[in-house]
């Protein structure tokens, strides 16, 4: 599903536009040709480990959007069999977004974290399991009172076991919604490659609530399981 179809579906479901519409890609802004968080990165503050590659051979990385990246991130660090994370942006059009540029919604970009993990620890599907229980994935561009096209849900995969757990996950979690009386989803799947680069956010929202014990931290889970 491409982000511009979530309008779509939203109306469709809902009777209704979304609040927030994705923009055009001639309307994007510009951003620019150097990264907002410096390189080399900080080290991840819970985990030790560096925020950017290269990883050894046999970790493998996705990359999820469930709305604000600050509890996300924390939720995926804490999984076990998992390396880093990071907390950027992805899926739109403006080369190196600074966060007030994504809030805008001028960027077409998702609050996104990259996950490395150890798939012989924690399978593709336990990782996605979190993702989806975490959240409510039939609100399409928001997540409570967070609006807008930043705030979507997605999942973009970099292994075709990736892409298949994804699938599978959702088809098995929108029944277990539909029973508990929730809408359609409305999760965008697409490749890395489709999604475009991962850029990565500001030092100051890299581990934020690591950094800040007591900040922003909404809980948007269903409370319906995904096994």
């Keep these: 599903m491409t982000p511009a179809s979530l309008d779509d579906l939203f109306s ?16 994007a802004l510009p ?5 907002v968080l410096p390189d080399p990165a900080p080290r991840h503050t ?5 925020l950017r590659g290269p990883w050894p051979a046999g970790l493998r990385e996705i990359d999820l959007a469930f709305g604000c990246f600050w509890g996300a991130e924390k939720l995926l660090w804490q999984l076990p069999g998992v390396v880093s994370t990071a907390a950027g942006y992805q899926g739109g059009f403006t080369p190196n977004p600074t966060y007030d540029e994504v809030c805008s ?4 970009h998702a609050e996104t974290v990259h996950v490395v993990y150890d798939p012989d620890v924690i399978a593709d599907e336990d990782v996605l399991r979190a993702f989806w229980e975490a959240h409510d994935p039939t609100q399409g561009y928001r997540q409570g009172n967070d609006v807008g096209t930043q705030y979507r849900s ?16 959702r088809e098995v979690f ?21 999604a475009g680069p991962f850029y990565f956010a500001e030092d100051y929202h890299q581990q934020y609530l690591d950094k800040n014990p007591q900040g922003y931290c909404p809980v ?8």
């Excluded at 292994?159 to 599978?168: D, I, N, S, V, Y």
């Excluded at 929108?174 to 489709?194: D, H, K, M, N, Y």
């Design 105 to 108: 919604g001028r960027t077409g």
């Design 12 to 27: 469709g479901v809902f009777g209704r536009r979304p609040a927030a519409t994705m923009v055009d890609p001639s309307s």
């Design 46 to 50: 819970v985990l030790g480990t560096e």
């Design 154 to 169: 997605a999942v973009y995969w970099h292994t075709p076991e990736q892409k298949l757990a994804a699938l599978q996950t």
């Design 31 to 35: 951003g620019r040709s150097e990264p």
């Design 220 to 227: 948007h889970s269903t409370g319906v399981a995904c096994s």
């Design 174 to 194: 929108a029944t277990r919604l539909g029973a508990a009386g929730f809408g359609e989803v409305t999760t965008q799947i697409a490749s890395a490659a489709e």
